[in-house]
T-cell receptor
Framework: NAGVTQTPKFQVLKTGQSMTLQCAQD?????MYWYRQDPGMGLRLIYY???????DKGEVPNGYNVSRLNKREFSLRLESAAPSQTSVYFC????????????????FGSGTQLSVL | SQQGEEDPQALSIQEGENATMNCSYKTSINNLQWYRQNSGRGLVHLIL?????REKHSGRLRVTLDTSKKSSSLLITASRAADTASYFCATVFYGNNRLAFGKGNQVVVIP
C-alpha cells in the first residue's frame, strides 16, 4: 500500500500566486490533517477533516482553504501565496473512529516543500 | 500552548550508547505519542502510551509517562547510526481528538 501520498514534492511560487496541494490516502481512514513544519516551531495544524464532508480549522488556518473531496482525498489551497507560507507541508491521516480515540496515531505523507518568493 | 516540549533539543551520541529525551506538557492528556522524522521525510509513529500507563516498550524503545509531573521520556537503547533523526512528542488532550506536536529533538548517532 502507498499509505499517504502528497503531490507535488517541491513547489516554488511567486507572491500572490495560487496553488493546491493534493493528498490521498489508501488506508480507508476517516480523518485527515494538514500540518506545516517550520524550523524551531515543530508541526502546527492548519486544518483537519474528522470525517468525509466535514472540515475544521486548526491552529494556523489563515491564508488557507481545504476541500475533503471524498474519503480518500484532502486538498489544501493557497489562494494568494505569501512569503510567510514558505514551509514544509505534511498531510496525515488516522482511523478517526471516536471509540478508538485513545489509539489515534497518525500516518504521514512525505511532505511538500513550498517556497514563496 | 498545549504542545509538548522536548528536552534536550539536540543530542549527539556515539553508536551503542543510550539516548534519552524528555517531553513536558501543560494540561491533562488522553495519550502521548512519540514520532521519528528522518531528514527530508514524513513523521513515523513510534509508540503510544495512554494516560493510565506508566511505561511501555517497543524493541529498543522505552517510554515512560509521569502524569503527576506532566512529563514523558523516550529512551533509545544501544543506538545505531540509523537512529539519527528528529524525535517529536505529541499529545492528545481530553475533549480534543487532535495531536499537538512539540518542537522536536535532533539526535545524531556517530558511528
Amino acid at each position: 500500500n502507498a499509505g499517504v501520498t502528497q503531490t507535488p514534492k517541491f513547489q516554488v511560487l511567486k507572491t500572490g500566486q495560487s496553488m493546491t496541494l493534493q493528498c490521498a490516502q489508501d488506508m480507508n481512514h476517516n480523518s485527515m490533517y494538514w500540518y506545516r513544519q517550520d524550523p524551531g516551531m515543530g508541526l502546527r495544524l492548519i486544518y483537519y477533516s474528522a470525517s468525509e464532508g466535514t472540515t475544521d480549522k486548526g491552529e494556523v488556518p489563515n491564508g488557507y482553504n481545504v476541500s475533503r473531496l471524498n474519503k480518500r482525498e484532502f486538498s489544501l489551497r493557497l489562494e494568494s501565496a505569501a512569503p510567510s507560507q514558505t514551509s514544509v507541508y505534511f498531510c496525515a491521516s488516522s482511523v478517526g473512529l471516536r471509540r478508538q480515540v485513545t489509539n489515534e496515531k497518525l500516518f504521514f505523507g512525505s511532505g511538500t516543500q513550498l517556497s514563496v518568493l | 500552548s498545549q504542545q509538548g516540549e522536548e528536552d534536550p533539543q539536540a543530542l549527539s551520541i556515539q553508536e551503542g550508547e543510550n539516548a534519552t529525551m524528555n517531553c513536558s506538557y501543560k494540561t491533562s492528556i488522553n495519550n502521548l505519542q512519540w514520532y521519528r522524522q528522518n531528514s527530508g521525510r514524513g513523521l513515523v509513529h513510534l509508540i503510544l502510551i495512554r494516560s493510565n500507563e506508566r511505561e511501555k516498550h517497543s524493541g529498543r524503545l522505552r517510554v515512560t509517562l509521569d502524569t503527576s509531573k506532566k512529563s514523558s521520556s523516550l529512551l533509545i537503547t544501544a543506538s545505531r547510526a540509523a537512529d539519527t533523526a528528529s524525535y517529536f512528542c505529541a499529545t492528545v488532550f481530553y475533549g480534543n481528538n487532535r495531536l499537538a506536536f512539540g518542537k522536536g529533538n535532533q539526535v545524531v548517532v556517530i558511528p
